[in-house]
């Protein structure tokens, strides 16, 4: 069965540093998405991709933070300056289209981030 | 705002009993309801959704809009459905999940 791929599966980067999350999502998914889970609180929504532009984004997804989809099949996320605050599980998700499977999200197994 | 509830962060029952994992939703439209799972070690899973009206691994949940719930139910819980269940909604127009903090599910043996 295809499933959405992260690497690294952990980063541990000093505050100041830029770093870029990278995720191949399930091929032939439309639609991408980033995640993030700071230890002990919820999973949050950061960002949705689509047609190569930003579908939607929330307020924690602010200036520092960017994605792209270099080539057909990766699709990463950047954080131009970690905070210490930044420290959190990365989710990539992706899901298909039509019929309401925009909605059918499958997640990647996460990337650690650590910063210090 | 929309938000999901989960009030219990932890929940133990022994094999066989019946388990029900509680959600409560705050929105102010028409969301669509998920539970998603994650065993140990392993990825989120979307487990099942409101508009499919499946039965997955012997789990269902109904949306009551009066009450504002969805909440996972199984009538006999088994050992291998121990796992962290986290509900999820997302709400009209949007493709954004909006996640409760998770309730971890321990089954006794």
């Known amino acids: 069965e295809p499933e959405v791929t992260q690497t690294p599966s952990h980063q541990v980067t000093q505050m100041g540093q830029e770093v870029i999350l990278r995720c191949v999502p399930i091929?032939?998914?439309?639609?991408f998405y980033w995640y993030r889970q700071i230890l002990g609180q919820k999973v949050e929504f950061l960002v949705s991709?689509?047609?190569?532009?930003?579908s939607e984004k929330s307020e924690i997804f602010d200036d520092q933070f960017s994605v792209e989809r270099p080539d057909g099949s990766n699709f990463t996320l950047k954080i131009r300056s970690t905070k210490l605050e930044d420290s959190a599980m990365y989710f990539c998700?992706?899901?298909?289209w039509g019929q309401g499977l925009e909605r059918e999200q499958y997640f990647g197994p996460g990337t650690r981030l650590t910063v210090t | 705002a929309q938000r999901v509830t989960q009030p219990e962060k932890l929940l133990s029952v022994f094999k066989g009993a019946p388990v029900e994992l509680k959600c409560n939703y705050s929105?102010?439209?028409?969301?669509?309801l998920f539970w998603y799972v994650q065993y140990s070690r392993q990825r989120l899973q979307l487990l099942l959704r409101?508009?499919s009206r499946e039965s997955i691994k012997g789990f269902t949940a109904d949306l009551n809009k009066g009450e504002t719930s969805f909440h996972l139910k199984k009538p006999f819980a088994q050992e291998e459905d121990s796992a962290m269940y986290y509900c999820?909604?997302?709400?009209?127009?949007?493709?954004?999940?909006?996640f409760g903090k998770g309730t971890k599910l321990s089954v006794i043996p």
């Open positions: 998700a992706s899901s298909d």
């Open positions: 929105y102010s439209g028409s969301p669509e």
């Open positions: 409101h508009i």
């Open positions: 999820a909604l997302t709400g009209a127009g949007s493709y954004q999940l909006t």
């Open positions: 091929s032939n998914h439309l639609y």
């Open positions: 991709f689509y047609n190569n532009e930003i």
